[in-house]
């Protein structure tokens, strides 16, 4: 297992920018493939996007490709989500995952460990 913690959320008017951080314990975290998932009240857990323990591939939802940018740094621990042009709808408390699935996966049941979510709000 790894723990895995986020940061980086907050409150930003539709067309601005976050950069969400996920840093995680342990030396294996280059075992894992990781991703970002989020959550709106009322709706279930999504698939945001996911990157291979390499970093060498990418996977992301339709409604954020071409806005949102997966990378990580495994020499740090660190898995990053750029959101650019952010809309209403992105409002979501956000989650970054460790799944086994090396070349990583958009399966809610594919991830091990969990972060505690970290609040992303943009305003109309």
């Known amino acids: 297992q790894v723990q895995l913690v986020e940061s980086g959320g907050g409150l930003v008017q539709a067309g601005g920018s976050l950069r969400l951080s996920c840093a995680a314990s342990?030396?294996?975290?280059?075992?894992?493939?990781m991703g970002w998932f989020r959550q709106a009240p009322g709706k279930e857990r999504e698939f945001v996007a996911t990157?291979?323990?390499?970093?060498?591939?990418?996977r992301y939802a339709d409604s954020v490709k071409g806005r949102f940018t997966i990378s990580r740094d495994n020499a740090k621990n660190t898995v990053l989500l750029q959101m650019n042009s952010l809309k209403p709808e992105d409002t979501a408390v956000y989650y970054c995952?460790?799944?086994?699935?090396?070349?990583?996966?958009?399966?809610?049941?594919?991830?091990?460990?969990w972060g505690q979510g970290t609040q992303v709000t943009v305003s109309s």
């Open positions: 995952a460790a799944s086994g699935k090396l070349d990583g996966s958009s399966l809610i049941s594919d991830f091990s460990s």
């Open positions: 990157i291979s323990w390499s970093g060498g591939s990418t």
């Open positions: 342990g030396r294996t975290f280059r075992r894992y493939a």
